[in-house]
Every structure is written in structure tokens, then in C-alpha cells.
């Protein structure tokens, strides 16, 4: 608890990342990282390769776009830097470690923004009593017709959760109502990617799992809200948390999918 509330403290990132909670949650995916470390291996191992696919499909590589970097868990850096003129790495904040790992590379540079776009008009306007939704306005990134490939790492369905839960802070409104501004967010993304003319690596969950001690699937639930993704190149399972983890009763597995898209095409 104390070193993450030092990370909170020390690492630089916009006011409506802190305010909003994303920071936090930014940093908690590095806690349970390393609680989890055995469990989420195969997942990792198997997000890198779908990336490096996706780059050696790459015919021109001028610069790479990741939504999404975290703190690089999933994402192949040295490849994309050794292959790529320039590589962007795109998330709200960026902790001490991916900075450092950035600097080993001239050519990689970091971006913090809000890859869904409602945070501040949730943050200004719906929490200081503006009862409309904001749209989600997708970022835009420096030179754009130089993109060659735009790679989303298990960012899709990650999108509205803070956006959603600081809903629930503010406006009456119903689990349907949700679930639909969370699908707009989500459907957003996929047209925003849909728009590069560029190849696109996508990296989703599809399905969000609870199973048994004696690995029964005893509850599931579509994190897509209905959405459908282009049908992927892959599918594989990772225990996001093993027994013990959320439950003792259960743990949490996700199906995971991976697609890469040629230029012009949706992913
Ligand atoms: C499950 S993690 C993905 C793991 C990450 N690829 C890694 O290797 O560490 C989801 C990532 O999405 C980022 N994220 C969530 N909402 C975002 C938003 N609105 N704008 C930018 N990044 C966002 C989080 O900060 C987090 O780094």
C-alpha cells in the first residue's frame, strides 16, 4: 500500500487521470502483476507474439501506435522499436519503470492522454451536475499518416469501467443504461482503429469467466456488452486471478482474442 501510494505521489500524470481513478488503477495492475505472476505468463507471452505477427505483416514501418502500454506487461518494446522508425506508446500515465524503459530507445516516445475521451466531461461536466453523457472523442495522434500499425493491448473492455464507475457516483441510472454508454465507448475505439489505414493488432477479452474449484465455469459474462470483434487469429485463457486472488470460492479466467487486420480493413 505504501509503495503504490509513493507511485501515486511521485509519477507525473494529467489532473483528470489522478481525479478520475485511473492513475490508481494503472498502478494496481502492477500490484496484482506481481501477486499473479505465474498465472498471467502465458497470457503475456501470448499478447508479444500476436504483436510481433502483426509487425512482421507490416510492409512499410514507419511508426507503431500502442493503445494502451501500461507498464509494458504485453508489449514486445524492443521488437517494435529495432522494426519501427518511431513507436508511440499511448496510455493515461506512464510509471517510472516505462519510463525508463522507454529512454533505452531515441526513437520511442510516450503519450498520456484519454484514449476514450470522456474523462473530462465526466470529471467537469457530469459531476459538477451536467446530466448528458460526453461523447468519447478518440485522441489524436502526431502525424498520423505515418502510422503503420496501431495495436490495441487488452485496453477494449477495459475503457468504460472508470468512466462507469464515476457514473454511478452521479446520475440515477440503470445497469441497461450502463451497459450501453459502456458498448458506445467500446464501439468507438474499434471505428477510431477502423479508421488508420494502417494494420491493426487488436487484443480483447470476449468473455469474462468464474470457475469453480473443480474448474466448473459457474458464472460468465460478455465484457463486450454484444459487440462482435473481426474473427481473431487466436483465442487463449488467462487466469486474471487464480483462487484465493477476488474469491475463495472462484477464480477469474478470461477469453482472450487476438486479430490482426490489413489495412482498410475493421477489426
Ligand atoms: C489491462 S491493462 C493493459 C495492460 C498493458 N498493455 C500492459 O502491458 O501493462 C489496461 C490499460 O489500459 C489503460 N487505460 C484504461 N483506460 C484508458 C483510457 N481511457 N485512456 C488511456 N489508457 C487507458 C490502463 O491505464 C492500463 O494500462
Given at each position: 500500500?505504501?509503495?503504490?501510494?509513493?507511485?501515486?505521489?511521485t509519477t507525473p500524470a494529467p489532473d483528470w487521470a489522478r481525479k478520475g481513478g485511473y492513475l490508481k488503477e494503472l498502478i494496481a495492475?502492477?500490484?496484482?502483476?506481481?501477486?499473479?505472476?505465474?498465472?498471467?505468463?502465458?497470457?503475456?507471452?501470448?499478447?508479444?507474439?500476436?504483436?510481433?505477427?502483426?509487425?512482421?505483416?507490416?510492409?512499410?514501418?514507419?511508426?507503431?501506435?500502442?493503445?494502451?502500454?501500461?507498464?509494458?506487461?504485453?508489449?514486445?518494446?524492443?521488437?517494435?522499436?529495432?522494426?519501427?522508425?518511431?513507436?508511440?506508446?499511448?496510455?493515461?500515465?506512464?510509471?517510472?519503470?516505462?519510463?525508463?524503459?522507454?529512454?533505452?530507445?531515441?526513437?520511442?516516445?510516450?503519450?498520456?492522454?484519454?484514449?476514450?475521451?470522456?474523462?473530462?466531461?465526466?470529471?467537469?461536466?457530469?459531476?459538477?451536475?451536467?446530466?448528458?453523457?460526453?461523447?468519447?472523442?478518440?485522441?489524436?495522434?502526431?502525424?498520423?499518416?505515418?502510422?503503420?500499425?496501431?495495436?490495441?493491448?487488452?485496453?477494449?473492455?477495459?475503457?468504460?469501467?472508470?468512466?462507469?464507475?464515476?457514473?454511478?457516483?452521479?446520475?440515477?441510472?440503470?445497469?441497461?443504461?450502463?451497459?450501453?454508454?459502456?458498448?458506445?465507448?467500446?464501439?468507438?475505439?474499434?471505428?477510431?482503429?477502423?479508421?488508420?489505414?494502417?494494420?491493426?493488432?487488436?487484443?480483447?477479452?470476449?468473455?469474462?469467466?468464474?470457475?469453480?474449484?473443480?474448474?466448473?465455469?459457474?458464472?460468465?459474462?460478455?465484457?463486450?456488452?454484444?459487440?462482435?470483434?473481426?474473427?481473431?487469429?487466436?483465442?487463449?485463457?488467462?487466469?486474471?486471478?487464480p483462487h484465493g486472488e477476488v474469491s475463495q470460492s472462484y477464480a477469474v479466467r478470461n477469453i482472450v482474442s487476438a486479430s490482426t487486420t490489413m489495412p482498410h480493413q475493421r477489426p
Amino acid at each position: 500500500m505504501i509503495i503504490e501510494a509513493l507511485t501515486w505521489l511521485t509519477t507525473p500524470a494529467p489532473d483528470w487521470a489522478r481525479k478520475g481513478g485511473y492513475l490508481k488503477e494503472l498502478i494496481a495492475v502492477q500490484a496484482r502483476h506481481r501477486r499473479c505472476r505465474a498465472h498471467w505468463a502465458p497470457h503475456l507471452d501470448n499478447s508479444r507474439e500476436a504483436i510481433q505477427n502483426a509487425v512482421q505483416r507490416c510492409l512499410q514501418r514507419r511508426q507503431a501506435v500502442v493503445y494502451g502500454s501500461g507498464i509494458l506487461l504485453d508489449i514486445p518494446l524492443t521488437g517494435l522499436a529495432e522494426a519501427f522508425e518511431r513507436v508511440t506508446l499511448v496510455d493515461v500515465a506512464h510509471l517510472r519503470s516505462t519510463r525508463r524503459a522507454a529512454q533505452r530507445f531515441k526513437n520511442v516516445r510516450l503519450v498520456e492522454t484519454d484514449i476514450a475521451g470522456v474523462s473530462n466531461g465526466i470529471l467537469l461536466g457530469v459531476a459538477k451536475g451536467a446530466d448528458t453523457l460526453p461523447r468519447p472523442t478518440p485522441p489524436v495522434i502526431d502525424d498520423t499518416p505515418s502510422i503503420d500499425l496501431i495495436v490495441s493491448a487488452n485496453l477494449l473492455t477495459q475503457l468504460p469501467l472508470t468512466p462507469c464507475h464515476l457514473l454511478k457516483q452521479h446520475l440515477d441510472l440503470s445497469e441497461d443504461d450502463l451497459n450501453t454508454y459502456a458498448r458506445y465507448i467500446m464501439q468507438v475505439h474499434l471505428d477510431h482503429l477502423a479508421s488508420f489505414d494502417a494494420m491493426k493488432c487488436l487484443i480483447a477479452e470476449t468473455a469474462i469467466q468464474h470457475i469453480d474449484e473443480q474448474g466448473q465455469i459457474v458464472h460468465e459474462r460478455d465484457p463486450l456488452n454484444g459487440l462482435v470483434l473481426a474473427s481473431p487469429d487466436r483465442t487463449w485463457e488467462w487466469t486474471v486471478a487464480p483462487h484465493g486472488e477476488v474469491s475463495q470460492s472462484y477464480a477469474v479466467r478470461n477469453i482472450v482474442s487476438a486479430s490482426t487486420t490489413m489495412p482498410h480493413q475493421r477489426p
